[in-house]
Protein backbone atom coordinates (compact mmCIF):
# COMPACT_ATOMS: atom_id res chain seq x y z
CA UNK A 1 0.00 0.00 0.00
CA UNK A 2 1.84 3.72 -0.56
CA UNK A 3 1.95 5.93 1.97
CA UNK A 4 -0.09 8.29 1.62
CA UNK A 5 1.79 11.96 2.48
CA UNK A 6 -0.93 14.47 3.39
CA UNK A 7 -0.97 14.51 6.99
CA UNK A 8 2.01 13.04 7.99
CA UNK A 9 4.21 15.77 10.29
CA UNK A 10 7.76 17.09 9.45
CA UNK A 11 9.77 14.37 11.35
CA UNK A 12 7.10 11.58 9.74
CA UNK A 13 8.31 12.55 6.26
CA UNK A 14 11.78 13.48 6.88
CA UNK A 15 11.80 9.41 8.25
CA UNK A 16 9.78 8.40 5.03
CA UNK A 17 12.46 10.22 2.41
CA UNK A 18 15.71 8.69 4.52
CA UNK A 19 13.61 5.64 4.38
CA UNK A 20 14.13 5.85 0.61
CA UNK A 21 17.82 6.69 0.46
CA UNK A 22 17.36 10.45 0.39
CA UNK A 23 18.12 13.03 2.61
CA UNK A 24 16.03 14.76 5.64
CA UNK A 25 15.39 17.91 3.45
CA UNK A 26 13.70 16.53 1.03
CA UNK A 27 10.84 15.64 3.02
CA UNK A 28 10.66 19.42 3.81
CA UNK A 29 10.59 20.23 0.61
CA UNK A 30 7.59 18.09 0.11
CA UNK A 31 5.74 19.58 2.88
CA UNK A 32 6.36 23.15 1.62
CA UNK A 33 4.68 21.88 -2.39
CA UNK A 34 1.61 20.34 -0.29
CA UNK A 35 0.76 23.00 2.13
CA UNK A 36 2.76 25.89 1.43
CA UNK A 37 1.31 25.70 -2.21
CA UNK A 38 -1.75 23.10 -2.18
CA UNK A 39 0.09 20.69 -4.66
CA UNK A 40 -0.53 16.88 -4.64
CA UNK A 41 1.15 16.01 -7.63
CA UNK A 42 4.54 14.56 -7.78
CA UNK A 43 5.40 15.73 -11.06
CA UNK A 44 4.93 19.22 -10.58
CA UNK A 45 7.68 19.47 -7.52
CA UNK A 46 10.29 20.66 -9.90
CA UNK A 47 12.62 21.39 -7.36
CA UNK A 48 12.38 17.87 -6.66
CA UNK A 49 15.03 15.27 -9.08
CA UNK A 50 13.06 12.98 -12.01
CA UNK A 51 14.50 9.74 -10.66
CA UNK A 52 13.00 10.94 -6.92
CA UNK A 53 9.52 11.80 -8.37
CA UNK A 54 9.67 8.43 -10.39
CA UNK A 55 10.14 6.60 -6.94
CA UNK A 56 7.37 8.76 -4.67
CA UNK A 57 4.57 7.59 -7.47
CA UNK A 58 5.59 4.29 -6.90
CA UNK A 59 5.50 3.78 -3.14
CA UNK A 60 3.39 7.14 -2.27
CA UNK A 61 0.78 9.35 -2.79
CA UNK A 62 -1.27 12.57 -1.76
CA UNK A 63 -4.77 11.87 -1.27
CA UNK A 64 -7.05 14.27 0.41
CA UNK A 65 -10.67 15.28 0.67
CA UNK A 66 -13.13 16.34 -2.70
CA UNK A 67 -15.54 19.05 -2.76
CA UNK A 68 -19.16 18.01 -3.38
CA UNK A 69 -21.12 21.25 -2.57
CA UNK A 70 -20.15 25.09 -1.72
CA UNK A 71 -23.34 27.23 -0.20
CA UNK A 72 -22.65 31.07 0.29
CA UNK A 73 -24.77 32.73 3.06
CA UNK A 74 -25.95 36.23 3.01
CA UNK A 75 -23.69 36.83 5.87
CA UNK A 76 -20.52 36.62 3.36
CA UNK A 77 -19.79 33.13 5.35
CA UNK A 78 -19.51 30.04 3.14
CA UNK A 79 -20.11 26.40 3.72
CA UNK A 80 -18.30 23.53 2.25
CA UNK A 81 -19.30 19.91 2.19
CA UNK A 82 -16.05 17.59 1.51
CA UNK A 83 -16.95 13.78 0.55
CA UNK A 84 -13.74 11.56 1.86
CA UNK A 85 -12.43 8.71 0.34
CA UNK A 86 -15.05 6.36 1.49
CA UNK A 87 -18.11 8.30 0.75
CA UNK A 88 -18.74 10.03 4.26
CA UNK A 89 -19.64 14.07 3.77
CA UNK A 90 -17.90 16.49 6.62
CA UNK A 91 -18.69 20.18 6.74
CA UNK A 92 -16.12 23.18 7.10
CA UNK A 93 -17.19 26.87 7.51
CA UNK A 94 -15.68 29.72 6.29
CA UNK A 95 -15.88 32.87 8.21
CA UNK A 96 -15.04 36.58 7.25
CA UNK A 97 -15.43 38.71 10.46
CA UNK A 98 -13.18 42.39 9.70
CA UNK A 99 -9.56 41.40 9.35
CA UNK A 100 -10.17 37.81 10.22
CA UNK A 101 -10.29 35.12 8.04
CA UNK A 102 -11.43 31.95 9.88
CA UNK A 103 -11.79 28.71 8.75
CA UNK A 104 -14.12 26.45 11.23
CA UNK A 105 -13.02 22.51 10.87
CA UNK A 106 -14.57 19.29 11.65
CA UNK A 107 -12.61 16.46 13.69
CA UNK A 108 -14.86 13.68 13.13
CA UNK A 109 -17.48 12.07 10.60
CA UNK A 110 -21.02 12.84 12.99
CA UNK A 111 -20.28 12.69 17.03
CA UNK A 112 -20.74 10.04 19.63
CA UNK A 113 -21.60 12.75 22.45
CA UNK A 114 -25.46 13.21 21.57
CA UNK A 115 -25.73 16.62 23.18
CA UNK A 116 -29.38 18.25 23.06
CA UNK A 117 -28.76 21.38 21.00
CA UNK A 118 -26.27 20.03 18.50
CA UNK A 119 -27.05 18.75 14.59
CA UNK A 120 -23.73 17.35 14.58
CA UNK A 121 -24.71 14.78 17.68
CA UNK A 122 -28.15 13.93 15.57
CA UNK A 123 -25.92 11.67 13.08
CA UNK A 124 -24.27 9.50 15.54
CA UNK A 125 -21.00 8.48 15.24
CA UNK A 126 -19.17 7.47 12.07
CA UNK A 127 -15.48 7.42 12.78
CA UNK A 128 -12.81 9.70 12.97
CA UNK A 129 -11.16 11.99 10.81
CA UNK A 130 -7.30 11.65 9.62
CA UNK A 131 -4.64 14.15 10.28
CA UNK A 132 -4.77 14.52 6.51
CA UNK A 133 -8.82 15.21 6.01
CA UNK A 134 -8.31 17.50 8.84
CA UNK A 135 -5.34 19.45 7.37
CA UNK A 136 -7.09 19.29 3.87
CA UNK A 137 -10.18 21.27 4.93
CA UNK A 138 -8.11 24.46 5.28
CA UNK A 139 -6.18 23.64 2.06
CA UNK A 140 -8.64 23.52 -0.11
CA UNK A 141 -10.70 26.36 1.43
CA UNK A 142 -7.29 28.30 0.58
CA UNK A 143 -7.83 27.56 -2.92
CA UNK A 144 -11.18 29.14 -2.40
CA UNK A 145 -10.05 32.33 -1.57
CA UNK A 146 -7.08 33.12 -3.67
CA UNK A 147 -5.45 35.94 -2.37
CA UNK A 148 -6.68 36.39 1.14
CA UNK A 149 -4.72 34.54 3.75
CA UNK A 150 -6.15 31.98 6.80
CA UNK A 151 -5.67 34.06 9.57
CA UNK A 152 -7.52 31.63 12.47
CA UNK A 153 -8.74 28.17 12.98
CA UNK A 154 -11.65 26.94 15.45
CA UNK A 155 -12.04 23.26 15.73
CA UNK A 156 -15.65 23.52 16.09
CA UNK A 157 -17.07 21.81 13.31
CA UNK A 158 -18.39 18.50 13.00
CA UNK A 159 -16.78 16.30 16.21
CA UNK A 160 -14.90 15.96 19.33
CA UNK A 161 -11.79 16.91 18.29
CA UNK A 162 -10.31 15.67 22.10
CA UNK A 163 -11.85 12.07 21.24
CA UNK A 164 -9.83 12.07 17.54
CA UNK A 165 -6.77 13.17 20.37
CA UNK A 166 -4.16 11.23 18.28
CA UNK A 167 -4.74 12.63 14.20
CA UNK A 168 -5.53 16.06 16.23
CA UNK A 169 -2.48 16.57 17.86
CA UNK A 170 -0.62 15.38 14.48
CA UNK A 171 -2.47 18.17 12.21
CA UNK A 172 -2.23 20.52 15.06
CA UNK A 173 1.87 19.84 14.19
CA UNK A 174 1.52 19.73 10.24
CA UNK A 175 -0.69 23.37 11.10
CA UNK A 176 1.70 25.30 13.31
CA UNK A 177 5.27 23.94 11.92
CA UNK A 178 6.67 26.51 9.48
CA UNK A 179 7.37 23.59 6.54
CA UNK A 180 3.46 23.44 6.97
CA UNK A 181 0.87 25.52 7.01
CA UNK A 182 2.24 27.95 9.67
CA UNK A 183 -0.73 29.26 11.49
CA UNK A 184 0.29 30.35 15.00
CA UNK A 185 -1.28 28.33 17.91
CA UNK A 186 -2.28 31.46 19.21
CA UNK A 187 -4.57 31.92 16.37
CA UNK A 188 -6.01 28.14 16.92
CA UNK A 189 -9.39 27.20 19.03
CA UNK A 190 -9.77 23.73 20.20
CA UNK A 191 -13.41 23.78 20.97
CA UNK A 192 -14.68 20.78 23.66
CA UNK A 193 -17.76 19.51 25.59
CA UNK A 194 -15.13 18.57 28.08
CA UNK A 195 -12.92 15.54 27.92
CA UNK A 196 -10.86 16.65 31.61
CA UNK A 197 -7.70 14.06 31.15
CA UNK A 198 -7.35 14.82 27.24
CA UNK A 199 -7.67 18.59 28.58
CA UNK A 200 -4.63 18.22 30.94
CA UNK A 201 -2.94 16.34 27.92
CA UNK A 202 -3.21 19.36 25.28
CA UNK A 203 -2.28 21.40 27.65
CA UNK A 204 0.98 19.15 28.47
CA UNK A 205 1.92 19.23 24.68
CA UNK A 206 2.71 22.85 25.19
CA UNK A 207 1.03 23.89 21.72
CA UNK A 208 0.10 26.99 23.56
CA UNK A 209 -3.37 26.83 21.18
CA UNK A 210 -6.75 28.35 22.69
CA UNK A 211 -9.49 26.24 24.56
CA UNK A 212 -13.36 26.77 24.48
CA UNK A 213 -14.89 24.40 26.61
CA UNK A 214 -19.04 24.13 26.08
CA UNK A 215 -20.62 24.54 29.29
CA UNK A 216 -24.08 25.50 28.44
CA UNK A 217 -25.26 24.87 32.27
CA UNK A 218 -24.66 25.59 35.54
CA UNK A 219 -25.51 22.47 37.48
CA UNK A 220 -25.08 19.01 36.72
CA UNK A 221 -28.76 18.31 36.50
CA UNK A 222 -29.04 20.48 33.88
CA UNK A 223 -25.63 19.60 31.77
CA UNK A 224 -26.55 16.19 32.12
CA UNK A 225 -29.81 16.71 30.09
CA UNK A 226 -28.40 19.14 27.93
CA UNK A 227 -25.05 16.94 27.47
CA UNK A 228 -24.99 13.40 28.20
CA UNK A 229 -21.09 13.23 28.70
CA UNK A 230 -21.95 15.21 32.04
CA UNK A 231 -22.60 11.56 33.80
CA UNK A 232 -19.25 10.68 33.15
CA UNK A 233 -17.42 14.08 33.66
CA UNK A 234 -19.50 16.86 35.95
CA UNK A 235 -18.80 20.09 36.22
CA UNK A 236 -16.59 20.17 38.83
CA UNK A 237 -14.39 17.74 37.32
CA UNK A 238 -14.54 19.57 33.94
CA UNK A 239 -13.41 23.12 36.03
CA UNK A 240 -10.50 21.60 37.81
CA UNK A 241 -9.26 20.44 34.40
CA UNK A 242 -9.78 24.12 33.13
CA UNK A 243 -7.85 25.29 35.34
CA UNK A 244 -5.21 23.16 35.12
CA UNK A 245 -4.90 24.42 31.50
CA UNK A 246 -5.50 27.48 31.99
CA UNK A 247 -2.34 27.48 34.33
CA UNK A 248 0.03 25.24 32.51
CA UNK A 249 -0.54 26.90 28.94
CA UNK A 250 -1.04 30.70 30.36
CA UNK A 251 -4.10 30.96 28.57
CA UNK A 252 -7.48 32.10 29.35
CA UNK A 253 -9.90 29.60 28.84
CA UNK A 254 -13.11 30.29 26.86
CA UNK A 255 -16.36 28.86 28.11
CA UNK A 256 -18.95 28.35 25.47
CA UNK A 257 -22.92 29.10 26.64
CA UNK A 258 -25.59 28.14 24.51
CA UNK A 259 -28.10 29.73 25.50
CA UNK A 260 -31.90 28.21 25.57
CA UNK A 261 -35.27 29.55 26.52
CA UNK A 262 -36.51 28.65 29.92
CA UNK A 263 -33.42 26.06 30.26
CA UNK A 264 -29.89 27.93 31.27
CA UNK A 265 -30.94 31.67 30.87
CA UNK A 266 -32.26 32.77 34.17
CA UNK A 267 -30.39 35.64 35.91
CA UNK A 268 -29.65 32.41 38.83
CA UNK A 269 -27.84 30.77 36.09
CA UNK A 270 -26.01 33.66 35.51
CA UNK A 271 -25.07 34.04 38.69
CA UNK A 272 -24.02 30.49 39.33
CA UNK A 273 -21.57 30.74 36.25
CA UNK A 274 -19.48 33.75 37.85
CA UNK A 275 -19.24 31.59 41.18
CA UNK A 276 -18.25 28.66 39.21
CA UNK A 277 -15.07 30.07 37.26
CA UNK A 278 -14.03 33.03 39.19
CA UNK A 279 -11.08 31.53 40.21
CA UNK A 280 -10.35 30.57 36.72
CA UNK A 281 -8.52 33.01 33.77
CA UNK A 282 -11.43 33.06 31.43
CA UNK A 283 -14.14 35.00 29.27
CA UNK A 284 -17.82 33.59 28.43
CA UNK A 285 -18.61 33.43 25.17
CA UNK A 286 -22.56 33.66 24.96
CA UNK A 287 -24.46 32.33 22.25
CA UNK A 288 -28.30 32.48 21.76
CA UNK A 289 -29.55 28.98 20.85
CA UNK A 290 -29.17 28.24 16.73
CA UNK A 291 -31.91 26.64 15.34
CA UNK A 292 -32.10 22.58 14.45
CA UNK A 293 -34.32 20.62 12.65
CA UNK A 294 -36.53 18.19 14.93
CA UNK A 295 -35.26 20.00 18.33
CA UNK A 296 -38.09 21.42 20.42
CA UNK A 297 -35.83 24.30 21.82
CA UNK A 298 -35.83 27.99 21.67
CA UNK A 299 -33.35 31.12 21.79
CA UNK A 300 -34.21 33.79 24.68
CA UNK A 301 -35.10 37.24 23.42
CA UNK A 302 -32.42 39.53 23.34
CA UNK A 303 -33.10 41.70 26.45
CA UNK A 304 -32.95 37.95 28.48
CA UNK A 305 -29.54 37.50 26.77
CA UNK A 306 -28.54 41.07 27.70
CA UNK A 307 -29.52 40.86 31.13
CA UNK A 308 -27.71 37.27 31.76
CA UNK A 309 -24.33 39.42 30.34
CA UNK A 310 -24.84 41.84 33.14
CA UNK A 311 -24.80 39.65 35.73
CA UNK A 312 -21.45 38.55 34.30
CA UNK A 313 -20.18 41.50 34.11
CA UNK A 314 -21.64 43.09 37.49
CA UNK A 315 -19.61 40.39 38.59
CA UNK A 316 -16.29 40.85 37.24
CA UNK A 317 -16.19 37.87 34.59
CA UNK A 318 -15.58 39.13 30.37
CA UNK A 319 -18.64 38.28 28.54
CA UNK A 320 -19.50 38.78 24.76
CA UNK A 321 -22.77 37.70 22.78
CA UNK A 322 -21.74 36.15 19.69
CA UNK A 323 -24.81 35.91 16.87
CA UNK A 324 -22.86 32.97 14.71
CA UNK A 325 -22.62 33.55 11.43
CA UNK A 326 -24.21 31.07 8.90
CA UNK A 327 -27.77 30.61 10.01
CA UNK A 328 -29.26 31.40 6.69
CA UNK A 329 -27.28 28.26 5.68
CA UNK A 330 -27.43 26.08 8.35
CA UNK A 331 -23.86 26.35 9.20
CA UNK A 332 -23.95 28.07 12.25
CA UNK A 333 -22.36 26.57 15.62
CA UNK A 334 -24.15 23.56 16.35
CA UNK A 335 -25.87 23.04 13.38
CA UNK A 336 -23.09 21.05 11.04
CA UNK A 337 -24.69 17.47 9.99
CA UNK A 338 -23.32 16.60 6.73
CA UNK A 339 -25.63 16.54 4.74
CA UNK A 340 -25.76 17.19 1.94
CA UNK A 341 -28.29 20.60 0.88
CA UNK A 342 -31.37 19.26 -1.62
CA UNK A 343 -31.25 20.54 -4.96
CA UNK A 344 -34.07 21.36 -7.04
Known amino acids: MKENLLGLTREEIERFVVSLGQKPFRGRQIMKWI ?12 DISVPLRDNLKEVACIEGIELAERVSSPDGSVKYAFRLSDGNIIESVLIFDAS ?12 PLGCLFCATGKVGFVRNLTSGEIVDQIIQIKKDIPGKRVTNLVFMGMGEPLLNYDNLVRALRVITSEFGLSIGARHINVSTVGIPDRIRALADEGFRVKLAISLNATTNETRSRLMPINEKHPIE ?4 AASYFARKSKRWVTFEYVLIRGINDSVEDASRLAGLIEDIPSKVNLIPYNPIEGVDLS ?42 KKRN
Open 35 to 46: YGKGVFDFDVMT
Open 100 to 111: RVTVCLSSQVGC
Open 237 to 240: ELLS
Open 299 to 340: RPSLEVVERFQRVLLDNHITATIRFSKGTAISAACGQLSGRL
